[in-house]
């Protein structure tokens, strides 16, 4: 009998694990600096290679990237101590060591969607009013 999740390489399915995990874990972490609590990193990704040794966690700020580099030394300084919860948590036999980095794809979405707001409209739709 074959199952289902065969289909979805374990790789991937580690990585959508851990992404929701340690998303989950940030809303529940203690200690962390005020804004971060209230506006905690979105969890877009984790990047796992195929001998799983390390992972890495993209994340994004609503606020755009201007905490950045903040975040990410905060989020590095307690990776060791999501490791030991997710550890727990998780029915891995090793949890890899997590590296976080920022996930600047929206902040370049965002820039494009201002540049095209601003646009002169097209002659074809000018010829079209």
């Known amino acids: 009998m074959q199952?289902?999740?065969?289909?979805?390489?374990r790789g991937a399915r580690v990585s959508h694990l851990l992404r929701e995990e340690i998303a989950a874990l940030l809303r529940e972490l203690h200690g962390l600096p005020a804004?971060?609590?209230?506006?905690p990193p979105s969890i877009t990704m984790v990047d796992l290679p195929a001998?799983?040794?390390?992972?890495?966690v993209f994340f994004s700020l609503m606020d755009g990237p201007e905490r950045a580099a903040a975040v990410r030394q905060i989020l590095d300084a307690r990776a060791g101590e999501m490791r030991q919860i997710l550890g727990?948590?998780?029915?891995?036999?090793?949890i890899p060591?997590?590296?976080?980095?920022?996930?600047?794809?929206?902040?370049?979405?965002?820039?494009?969607?201002?540049?095209?707001?601003?646009?002169?409209?097209a002659a074809d739709e000018e010829a079209g009013s």
């Open 35 to 39: 804004d971060l609590a209230l506006l």
């Open 97 to 121: 060591p997590l590296r976080f980095v920022y996930d600047a794809r929206f902040d370049r979405g965002a820039e494009m969607a201002e540049i095209l707001a601003h646009l002169p409209p």
């Open 88 to 94: 727990k948590r998780l029915a891995l036999r090793r």
């Open 51 to 56: 001998d799983m040794g390390s992972a890495t």
């Open 3 to 9: 199952h289902s999740h065969r289909a979805y390489p």
